[in-house]
Protein backbone atom coordinates (compact mmCIF):
# COMPACT_ATOMS: atom_id res chain seq x y z
CA UNK A 1 0.00 0.00 0.00
CA UNK A 2 1.54 3.49 -0.30
CA UNK A 3 1.16 6.04 2.47
CA UNK A 4 -3.07 5.69 3.08
CA UNK A 5 -3.67 7.47 6.60
CA UNK A 6 -6.64 8.17 8.81
CA UNK A 7 -7.45 11.89 8.74
CA UNK A 8 -4.39 13.21 10.29
CA UNK A 9 -2.07 10.07 10.74
CA UNK A 10 0.03 7.26 9.12
CA UNK A 11 -0.88 3.58 8.00
CA UNK A 12 -1.83 1.95 10.96
CA UNK A 13 -1.75 4.78 13.70
CA UNK A 14 -5.33 6.03 14.71
CA UNK A 15 -7.06 2.21 13.93
CA UNK A 16 -3.80 0.69 13.99
CA UNK A 17 -5.79 -2.24 11.57
CA UNK A 18 -3.84 -5.15 10.14
CA UNK A 19 -1.51 -2.99 7.47
CA UNK A 20 0.93 -3.90 4.66
CA UNK A 21 1.18 -5.90 1.74
CA UNK A 22 0.97 -8.94 2.72
CA UNK A 23 -1.59 -12.70 1.50
CA UNK A 24 -4.05 -12.45 3.86
CA UNK A 25 -4.02 -9.13 4.31
CA UNK A 26 -5.61 -8.74 0.64
CA UNK A 27 -8.10 -10.89 1.33
CA UNK A 28 -8.87 -8.99 4.44
CA UNK A 29 -8.31 -5.40 2.40
CA UNK A 30 -12.24 -5.58 1.61
CA UNK A 31 -12.37 -4.33 5.36
CA UNK A 32 -10.37 -1.84 4.57
CA UNK A 33 -11.61 -0.56 1.62
CA UNK A 34 -15.30 -0.91 2.71
CA UNK A 35 -14.39 2.14 5.36
CA UNK A 36 -12.68 3.64 1.96
CA UNK A 37 -16.23 4.06 0.29
CA UNK A 38 -17.44 5.10 3.52
CA UNK A 39 -14.57 8.47 2.77
CA UNK A 40 -15.43 8.73 -1.08
CA UNK A 41 -17.47 10.72 -3.29
CA UNK A 42 -21.01 9.92 -1.81
CA UNK A 43 -22.69 8.62 -4.99
CA UNK A 44 -20.49 6.29 -5.60
CA UNK A 45 -20.29 4.31 -2.23
CA UNK A 46 -22.99 1.32 -3.36
CA UNK A 47 -21.32 1.06 -6.94
CA UNK A 48 -18.17 0.76 -4.93
CA UNK A 49 -19.81 -1.70 -1.76
CA UNK A 50 -21.13 -4.08 -3.97
CA UNK A 51 -17.96 -4.09 -6.43
CA UNK A 52 -15.86 -4.92 -3.98
CA UNK A 53 -15.13 -8.39 -4.59
CA UNK A 54 -14.23 -8.21 -7.94
CA UNK A 55 -11.66 -5.15 -7.53
CA UNK A 56 -10.35 -7.34 -4.56
CA UNK A 57 -9.66 -10.23 -6.20
CA UNK A 58 -7.91 -8.44 -8.66
CA UNK A 59 -5.93 -6.68 -6.30
CA UNK A 60 -4.94 -10.38 -4.50
CA UNK A 61 -4.00 -11.83 -7.89
CA UNK A 62 -1.75 -9.38 -8.42
CA UNK A 63 0.24 -10.56 -5.68
CA UNK A 64 -0.03 -14.25 -5.96
CA UNK A 65 -0.91 -14.86 -9.42
CA UNK A 66 -4.17 -17.40 -8.41
CA UNK A 67 -4.50 -20.69 -10.32
CA UNK A 68 -8.14 -21.44 -11.66
CA UNK A 69 -8.88 -23.57 -8.49
CA UNK A 70 -7.48 -20.56 -5.95
CA UNK A 71 -9.50 -18.18 -8.15
CA UNK A 72 -12.51 -19.84 -7.78
CA UNK A 73 -12.48 -20.44 -4.01
CA UNK A 74 -10.86 -16.77 -3.41
CA UNK A 75 -14.15 -15.49 -5.52
CA UNK A 76 -16.40 -17.50 -3.57
CA UNK A 77 -14.56 -16.48 -0.27
CA UNK A 78 -15.09 -12.77 -1.04
CA UNK A 79 -18.49 -12.88 -1.94
CA UNK A 80 -19.58 -14.74 1.15
CA UNK A 81 -17.01 -11.81 2.91
CA UNK A 82 -19.29 -9.42 1.91
CA UNK A 83 -22.79 -11.24 2.36
CA UNK A 84 -21.43 -11.50 5.84
CA UNK A 85 -20.13 -7.89 6.27
CA UNK A 86 -23.39 -6.54 4.90
CA UNK A 87 -25.52 -8.06 7.32
CA UNK A 88 -23.33 -7.96 10.20
CA UNK A 89 -21.29 -5.21 9.92
CA UNK A 90 -23.05 -2.44 7.56
CA UNK A 91 -25.47 -2.17 10.35
CA UNK A 92 -22.68 -1.43 12.77
CA UNK A 93 -20.42 0.77 10.32
CA UNK A 94 -24.30 2.92 10.22
CA UNK A 95 -24.30 3.62 13.96
CA UNK A 96 -20.70 4.52 13.96
CA UNK A 97 -21.38 7.08 10.48
CA UNK A 98 -24.86 8.37 13.10
CA UNK A 99 -22.44 8.95 15.92
CA UNK A 100 -20.20 10.79 14.04
CA UNK A 101 -22.72 12.91 12.32
CA UNK A 102 -24.15 13.82 16.04
CA UNK A 103 -20.65 14.77 17.08
CA UNK A 104 -20.03 16.81 13.52
CA UNK A 105 -21.64 20.35 14.81
CA UNK A 106 -19.76 20.39 18.36
CA UNK A 107 -16.51 20.43 19.55
CA UNK A 108 -14.58 16.90 20.32
CA UNK A 109 -11.69 15.93 22.28
CA UNK A 110 -8.98 14.03 21.77
CA UNK A 111 -10.47 11.23 23.80
CA UNK A 112 -13.48 11.15 21.62
CA UNK A 113 -11.46 11.13 18.29
CA UNK A 114 -9.17 8.29 19.77
CA UNK A 115 -12.24 6.48 20.72
CA UNK A 116 -14.11 6.81 17.51
CA UNK A 117 -10.75 5.38 15.87
CA UNK A 118 -10.85 2.35 18.16
CA UNK A 119 -14.49 1.76 17.35
CA UNK A 120 -13.46 1.92 13.40
CA UNK A 121 -10.59 -0.56 13.93
CA UNK A 122 -12.66 -3.17 15.90
CA UNK A 123 -14.99 -3.14 12.86
CA UNK A 124 -11.84 -3.93 10.54
CA UNK A 125 -10.48 -6.46 12.95
CA UNK A 126 -13.85 -8.54 13.34
CA UNK A 127 -13.75 -8.76 9.05
CA UNK A 128 -10.21 -9.36 9.24
CA UNK A 129 -11.20 -12.45 11.54
CA UNK A 130 -13.57 -14.03 9.54
CA UNK A 131 -11.50 -13.87 6.71
CA UNK A 132 -8.65 -15.85 8.80
CA UNK A 133 -10.65 -19.26 7.77
CA UNK A 134 -10.80 -18.90 3.83
CA UNK A 135 -7.33 -16.89 3.77
CA UNK A 136 -6.07 -20.27 5.49
CA UNK A 137 -7.09 -22.53 2.89
CA UNK A 138 -5.78 -20.58 0.45
CA UNK A 139 -2.65 -19.87 2.11
CA UNK A 140 -1.76 -24.05 2.41
CA UNK A 141 -2.33 -24.38 -1.54
CA UNK A 142 0.20 -21.88 -2.93
CA UNK A 143 3.32 -23.08 -4.84
CA UNK A 144 7.14 -22.00 -4.99
CA UNK A 145 6.54 -19.75 -8.33
CA UNK A 146 3.77 -17.88 -6.88
CA UNK A 147 5.91 -17.24 -3.56
CA UNK A 148 8.36 -15.87 -5.49
CA UNK A 149 5.25 -14.03 -7.55
CA UNK A 150 4.60 -12.62 -3.77
CA UNK A 151 8.08 -11.48 -3.27
CA UNK A 152 8.38 -10.11 -6.81
CA UNK A 153 5.47 -7.61 -5.92
CA UNK A 154 6.69 -6.93 -2.32
CA UNK A 155 9.97 -5.94 -4.42
CA UNK A 156 8.25 -3.55 -6.68
CA UNK A 157 5.81 -1.99 -3.80
CA UNK A 158 9.01 -1.35 -1.71
CA UNK A 159 10.62 0.51 -4.50
CA UNK A 160 7.54 2.50 -5.01
CA UNK A 161 7.05 3.64 -1.03
CA UNK A 162 10.73 4.61 -1.35
CA UNK A 163 10.17 7.03 -3.90
CA UNK A 164 7.33 7.99 -3.03
CA UNK A 165 8.45 8.90 0.49
CA UNK A 166 11.55 7.38 2.03
CA UNK A 167 13.59 9.49 -0.97
CA UNK A 168 12.41 12.45 -0.34
CA UNK A 169 13.94 15.12 2.02
CA UNK A 170 12.41 16.71 5.23
CA UNK A 171 11.24 19.52 3.12
CA UNK A 172 9.40 17.97 0.79
CA UNK A 173 8.16 14.87 2.66
CA UNK A 174 6.33 17.85 4.48
CA UNK A 175 5.15 19.78 1.79
CA UNK A 176 3.79 16.48 0.26
CA UNK A 177 2.26 15.17 3.78
CA UNK A 178 0.29 18.73 3.84
CA UNK A 179 -1.00 18.94 0.66
CA UNK A 180 -2.58 15.27 1.24
CA UNK A 181 -4.16 16.68 4.55
CA UNK A 182 -4.95 19.80 3.09
CA UNK A 183 -7.09 17.66 0.21
CA UNK A 184 -8.88 15.32 2.47
CA UNK A 185 -9.93 17.89 5.18
CA UNK A 186 -10.85 20.50 2.37
CA UNK A 187 -12.83 17.77 0.60
CA UNK A 188 -14.95 17.01 3.52
CA UNK A 189 -14.84 20.48 5.23
CA UNK A 190 -14.61 22.74 1.94
CA UNK A 191 -12.02 25.61 2.01
CA UNK A 192 -9.90 25.96 5.45
CA UNK A 193 -9.49 29.21 6.53
CA UNK A 194 -5.29 31.01 6.13
CA UNK A 195 -5.24 30.02 9.97
CA UNK A 196 -6.65 26.68 9.33
CA UNK A 197 -4.02 25.95 6.92
CA UNK A 198 -1.63 27.41 8.66
CA UNK A 199 -2.26 24.85 12.08
CA UNK A 200 -2.25 21.97 9.23
CA UNK A 201 1.20 22.58 7.94
CA UNK A 202 2.62 23.36 11.55
CA UNK A 203 0.83 19.71 12.82
CA UNK A 204 2.86 17.86 9.35
CA UNK A 205 5.86 19.79 10.45
CA UNK A 206 6.01 18.39 14.17
CA UNK A 207 4.57 15.04 12.99
CA UNK A 208 6.32 12.35 14.39
CA UNK A 209 5.94 10.39 11.10
CA UNK A 210 9.57 8.67 10.21
CA UNK A 211 8.89 7.08 6.52
CA UNK A 212 12.41 5.23 6.91
CA UNK A 213 10.92 3.41 10.15
CA UNK A 214 8.01 2.54 8.28
CA UNK A 215 9.71 1.43 5.65
CA UNK A 216 11.65 -1.37 7.82
CA UNK A 217 8.64 -2.33 9.88
CA UNK A 218 6.87 -3.45 6.45
CA UNK A 219 9.87 -5.06 5.13
CA UNK A 220 10.36 -6.78 8.55
CA UNK A 221 6.54 -7.76 7.95
CA UNK A 222 7.01 -8.93 4.64
CA UNK A 223 10.02 -11.19 5.13
CA UNK A 224 7.72 -12.77 8.59
CA UNK A 225 4.66 -13.47 6.17
CA UNK A 226 7.29 -15.02 3.13
CA UNK A 227 8.73 -17.14 5.88
CA UNK A 228 5.19 -18.30 7.31
CA UNK A 229 3.84 -18.87 3.52
CA UNK A 230 7.14 -21.45 2.83
CA UNK A 231 6.91 -23.25 5.99
CA UNK A 232 3.35 -23.85 5.19
CA UNK A 233 4.31 -24.91 1.82
CA UNK A 234 7.20 -27.14 3.00
CA UNK A 235 5.78 -28.68 5.92
CA UNK A 236 2.31 -29.27 4.27
CA UNK A 237 0.44 -27.87 6.82
CA UNK A 238 -3.21 -28.31 7.57
CA UNK A 239 -5.49 -25.42 7.15
CA UNK A 240 -6.69 -25.50 10.39
CA UNK A 241 -2.89 -24.65 11.99
CA UNK A 242 -2.21 -22.10 9.31
CA UNK A 243 -5.72 -20.84 10.51
CA UNK A 244 -3.97 -20.36 14.00
CA UNK A 245 -0.41 -19.08 12.92
CA UNK A 246 -2.36 -16.62 10.27
CA UNK A 247 -4.14 -15.22 13.67
CA UNK A 248 -1.53 -14.60 15.93
CA UNK A 249 0.70 -12.91 13.47
CA UNK A 250 -1.94 -10.97 12.45
CA UNK A 251 -2.75 -10.15 16.00
CA UNK A 252 1.22 -9.11 16.54
CA UNK A 253 0.52 -6.37 13.82
CA UNK A 254 -2.85 -5.18 14.98
CA UNK A 255 -0.93 -4.93 18.20
CA UNK A 256 2.77 -5.14 18.29
CA UNK A 257 4.59 -5.96 21.31
CA UNK A 258 6.64 -3.63 23.59
CA UNK A 259 9.22 -2.01 21.71
CA UNK A 260 9.94 0.77 19.77
CA UNK A 261 7.75 0.10 16.78
CA UNK A 262 4.69 -0.06 19.47
CA UNK A 263 5.52 3.19 20.60
CA UNK A 264 6.05 4.81 17.33
CA UNK A 265 2.69 3.93 16.75
CA UNK A 266 1.16 4.74 19.91
CA UNK A 267 2.82 8.40 19.31
CA UNK A 268 1.45 8.53 15.96
CA UNK A 269 -1.98 7.33 17.83
CA UNK A 270 -1.57 10.12 20.01
CA UNK A 271 -0.77 12.78 17.66
CA UNK A 272 -3.30 11.94 15.34
CA UNK A 273 -6.15 12.79 17.77
CA UNK A 274 -5.09 15.61 18.94
CA UNK A 275 -4.41 16.75 15.76
CA UNK A 276 -8.34 15.68 14.34
CA UNK A 277 -9.75 17.54 17.36
CA UNK A 278 -7.55 20.54 17.13
CA UNK A 279 -8.87 21.15 13.53
CA UNK A 280 -12.39 20.10 13.85
CA UNK A 281 -12.42 22.72 16.77
CA UNK A 282 -11.83 25.57 14.67
CA UNK A 283 -14.19 24.44 12.19
CA UNK A 284 -16.57 27.45 10.85
CA UNK A 285 -20.22 26.84 11.65
CA UNK A 286 -20.76 25.94 7.53
CA UNK A 287 -17.66 23.84 7.86
CA UNK A 288 -19.21 21.65 10.42
CA UNK A 289 -22.42 21.75 8.74
CA UNK A 290 -20.68 20.96 5.21
CA UNK A 291 -19.28 18.01 7.20
CA UNK A 292 -22.31 16.88 9.11
CA UNK A 293 -23.91 16.50 5.70
CA UNK A 294 -21.61 14.40 4.22
CA UNK A 295 -21.62 12.35 7.12
CA UNK A 296 -25.80 12.12 6.86
CA UNK A 297 -25.89 11.40 3.06
CA UNK A 298 -22.69 8.47 3.87
CA UNK A 299 -25.38 6.86 6.55
CA UNK A 300 -28.33 6.86 3.74
CA UNK A 301 -26.23 5.17 1.42
CA UNK A 302 -25.16 2.37 3.96
CA UNK A 303 -28.74 2.54 5.18
CA UNK A 304 -29.69 1.42 1.74
CA UNK A 305 -27.10 -1.10 1.48
CA UNK A 306 -28.88 -2.66 4.43
CA UNK A 307 -31.84 -2.70 3.19
CA UNK A 308 -30.68 -4.28 -0.49
CA UNK A 309 -30.25 -7.40 1.85
Known amino acids: MSESETVMNEPGAATR ?13 IGVLLLATLLGACSAVRLAYNNLPTVSYWWLDGYVDFDDAQSLRVREALDALLGWHRREELPQVLALLRQAQALAPRDITPAQACGFAAAVRERLLATAARAEAPVAEVAVTLSAAQLEHLQAKYAKVNAEYRNEWVSLDVAALHDKRYQRFLDRHEDFYGALTAEQRAMLRRMTAESVFDAKRADAERRARQAEIVALLR ?15 IHALAQRIADPPAGPWRDHQLALQDEGCRNLAALHNTATPAQRERAADRLGRYARDVELLVAAD
Open 17 to 29: APAGPRLWGRLQI
Open 231 to 245: RFQSERTPAAEARTA
